[in-house]
Each structure stands twice: as structure tokens, then as C-alpha cells.
């Protein structure tokens, strides 16, 4: 395969955490880059909030983590909670600072990293940041591709080395390279509401970011910098899912969760369906897919995100060699498929699975059995630490850069 003759830009799809995690790690390296992103302004809304430690070690190389340490919340602790008995598992993050420069995570939302990164590309040259421009279309050659977006219901043409899909799980670029997606969705849906409601200060030590299981209605409570998030699954049977955004809904499960006198402050109220998904190849010759476009999952764990930004810094790092070397794309490329989709997203698809089947349990036995051993784990200073890298995604990504 034929490296690039010239420096044509590396067109990337998508100015979410991957797309713009990735244009500013090739910016820094003087790499041109063309970032198409649909939307007039950078999206604001409530998605994935936790960044793991090795997703802060890779940003901190961006020189962004100081910046989103200031506007997050550091969480050194996190809890598996047990409704029913009240009992707690808490993991100490502690554990693994002599492992990270980040033995925490930063509950920030995702989109103040995309703004971040968003206010500095402009002070990179060859840097074209086209908002308002939708990815439609490609046709790839030896030389590179040529990339049709639309703006303004207007085509612009574009050519690139290499286009790189970070535009989110309904992909276009995935949908044009004819790559299946394959998996499943849940029959039901997540509901998250957040509220400014202090629960630390009525739930007695409750940490930043709370697992509680009940064989009745498990959930997930966390906090960001802003504001108190909590996600329930909903009924899958449901036919009017709607209905779990109305008002009076909404404040019955808060109410369940902690009953108070008073009306819950709503701050927001989000519906979503959960997928688990993965594109049958990440790699079509100079066609690579990245994030949410390659894979998708379920929240339990705060996989998503962080699996996309690991898969960005990957192929960053290859797309630096291929500039600034002459290495040829076709191996580099090959081995960033192998890299990511063989070996992490393996493990983040089974993981977010199984930690779904733990929390949704409906048999008291499996729900004890579950606890004791979160209760066990956290005890053995050894074992959690283990745990804790685990879940930060430490293990994964060392088994997966190992091959
Ligand atoms: C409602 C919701 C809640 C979530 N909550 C969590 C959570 O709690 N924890 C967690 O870990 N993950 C969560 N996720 C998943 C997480 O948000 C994603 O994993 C993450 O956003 C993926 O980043 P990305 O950059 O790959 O894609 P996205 O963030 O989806 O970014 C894609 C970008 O591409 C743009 N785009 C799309 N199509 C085109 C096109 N044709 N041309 C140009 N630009 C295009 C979009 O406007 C967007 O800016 C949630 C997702 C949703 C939808």
C-alpha cells in the first residue's frame, strides 16, 4: 500500500470526545486535519460523565486535564449499595495511586471536554474546523479519499488521506462503507433525571458514584461538578414509554428513592434506548471507525466514552507515524483494528453485559452472593486494587497494547 505522496489532511467525521480528541493530538503534531461536524455549535447535553484514569493519563498529554480538573469532581471512591440490606461496598481509589498520576475519576460532562478542545483548535493553522457540515458520502483511491459534505443543503467536496468516522453510534461514515453493526438492543429503555436534591447529605456516607442494587428497581446515582444524576431502567413491556418523562412519573421514583415532603427540582429528564453494538470491521482501507461509530454499550461502568477516547489515542498515535515516519497505513491500521476491536471491545462488551445481569437481578440469593462479593473484594487491599484497575479500564487497555 502507498503511503500518502502529499499532505492532504486527515478528514475526520464528528467533533464529539473522540473526533475532537483525536484533531487535537494530530494538531499538536502539525498534522493537517479537516473536522466535519454537523451541528452549527458544539453539542451541550447529558450523556457519559465519568473519565477513567487512563483516559485523564492520554488527555493529559493533550495538556487539556488541567482545564477539565477545574470545571469536575474528583471521585476517590466509589460504592456497590445494597437497598434492601443497607449494607456497602466502597472501593478506595487510593489503591491505585502509585499505579496513576490519576487515582480518581472525574465526573465531568462530556461535552465540556469537546468545548475545551473545541476553543483551542482554532489556533492551529492547519486545523479546519467546518461546523454546519454534515458527512454524506466518499469514494476512496491509491491516493487518498475524496469526501462529500453538505452545508447549507449545499455539496462540498473535500480531499483527504485518510476520513475517519467519529460521528456516533447512526455513523453515515459506517452506513457508506456498507460495515454491518452488529449486536442487540434492550428491550427497555434507561430513564436519567438529574436534580440539584443534596442526597449525600440524607443518604448516610454516600460517595459520588453509587451502584445500588434491588431486586425491585436497582439504579445508578452519581454526581458531576453541576448536579445529582440518577438512572433507572424502565419497563420493557411499556408501550407508551413517554410516559416515564411526564412529571408526575418522574417525581414518584425520586419520592421512591428518598421521600420527602416537598416536589423534586428537575434539572432534566432523558430517555434513551441501550444498545450493545460493534461494527463488523473498524477498518476499510483509509476508511477507520472510532468511538461510538465502532461500538456502542450500556453506561454501567462509564465504558463508552473512555473505550472511544482509548480507541482516538490509538489510532493518533499510528496516524503520527504514518505522517511523520512513511510508515505504511495498511499494517498500522490493521493492528489498530486488532488492538481495539479484538481485544477491548471484547472486554468492555462483556463487562458492561454482565454488570447489567448483576445490577437487574431479581433473585434475592444472586443479589447477596453479588454484594458479599463486592463487600469481600473491597476488604482485600489486594484484590481491590485489582478490581479498581479493572474497572478503570487499566487491564484492558495493557492486554490489548500487548498484542
Ligand atoms: C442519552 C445518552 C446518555 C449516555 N450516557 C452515558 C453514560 O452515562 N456513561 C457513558 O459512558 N456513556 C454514556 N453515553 C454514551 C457516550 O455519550 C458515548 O459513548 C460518547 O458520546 C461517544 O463519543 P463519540 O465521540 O464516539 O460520539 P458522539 O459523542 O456521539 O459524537 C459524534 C459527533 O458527530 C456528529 N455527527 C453525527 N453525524 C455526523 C455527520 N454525518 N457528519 C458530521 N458530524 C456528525 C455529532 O453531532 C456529534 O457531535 C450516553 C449516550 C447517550 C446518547
Known amino acids: 500500500m502507498q503511503n500518502p505522496a502529499s499532505p492532504l489532511p486527515v478528514i475526520i467525521a464528528g467533533a464529539g470526545p473522540a473526533g475532537s480528541s483525536l484533531a487535537l493530538a494530530l494538531a499538536q503534531q502539525d498534522i ?23 483516559s485523564l493519563e492520554m488527555l493529559s498529554g493533550l495538556g487539556v486535564t488541567d482545564a477539565m480538573l477545574a470545571k469536575g469532581l474528583k471521585v476517590d471512591r466509589y460504592q456497590y449499595r445494597d437497598r434492601k440490606t443497607g449494607e456497602v461496598a466502597e ?6 495511586a502509585k499505579d496513576t498520576d490519576f487515582p480518581f475519576r472525574l465526573q465531568l460532562e462530556q461535552y465540556e471536554l469537546t468545548h475545551i478542545i473545541g476553543e483551542r483548535l482554532p489556533a492551529y493553522p492547519h486545523v479546519k474546523v467546518k461546523m454546519g457540515h454534515r458527512f454524506v458520502s466518499y469514494e476512496q483511491n491509491a491516493q487518498g479519499v475524496v469526501v462529500t459534505a453538505e452545508h447549507q443543503g449545499q455539496p462540498v ?39 440539584p436534591f443534596p ?28 448536579i445529582w444524576r440518577v438512572l433507572w431502567p424502565t419497563d420493557p413491556t411499556c408501550e407508551t414509554p413517554e410516559q416515564y418523562l ?5 417525581q414518584a421514583r425520586l419520592q421512591h428513592l428518598y421521600p420527602k415532603d416537598t416536589p423534586y427540582e428537575i434539572g432534566h429528564r432523558t430517555l434513551y434506548n441501550v ?19 465502532a461500538h456502542i454499550n450500556n453506561p454501567l461502568g462509564g465504558m463508552g466514552m473512555n473505550g472511544g477516547l482509548h480507541d482516538a489515542f490509538n489510532l493518533a498515535d499510528k496516524l503520527i507515524r504514518i505522517y511523520q515516519q512513511g510508515e505504511d497505513y495498511g499494517p498500522l491500521f490493521a493492528t489498530y483494528e486488532r488492538q481495539r476491536k479484538d481485544l477491548a471491545v471484547e472486554f468492555v462488551q462483556s463487562h458492561t453485559i454482565a454488570n447489567k445481569k448483576l445490577m437487574e437481578a431479581t433473585d434475592e440469593a444472586v443479589q447477596k452472593q453479588r454484594q458479599q462479593s463486592f463487600m469481600q473484594t473491597a476488604a482485600d487491599p489486594v484484590k481491590a486494587r485489582e478490581f479498581i484497575l479493572e474497572r478503570a479500564m487499566f487491564t484492558c487497555l495493557r492486554d490489548s497494547l500487548a498484542n
Open 91 to 96: 472501593f478506595d481509589m487510593s489503591l491505585i
Open 246 to 250: 411526564e412529571e408526575d412519573y418522574v
Open 32 to 54: 493537517p486535519v479537516i473536522l466535519l461536524e454537523k451541528e452549527l455549535s458544539l453539542p451541550i447535553d447529558l450523556r457519559a460523565s465519568t473519565f477513567h484514569p487512563p
Open 275 to 293: 444498545h450493545q453494538r460493534v461494527a463488523a470491521q473498524y477498518v476499510k482501507d483509509r476508511v477507520v471507525l472510532v468511538g461510538d461509530a
Open 157 to 195: 467536496v473535500l480531499r483527504g488521506s485518510f476520513l475517519i468516522g467519529c460521528d456516533g453510534a447512526s455513523s453515515q461514515v459506517r452506513k457508506a462503507a456498507s460495515i454491518g453493526y452488529e449486536g442487540f438492543t434492550y428491550d427497555e429503555k434507561f430513564l436519567v433525571v438529574s436534580t
Open 199 to 226: 442526597f449525600e447529605e440524607v443518604f448516610e456516607n454516600l460517595s459520588y458514584v453509587n451502584y445500588v442494587s434491588d431486586p425491585d428497581e436497582w439504579c445508578v446515582i452519581l454526581r458531576t461538578d453541576k
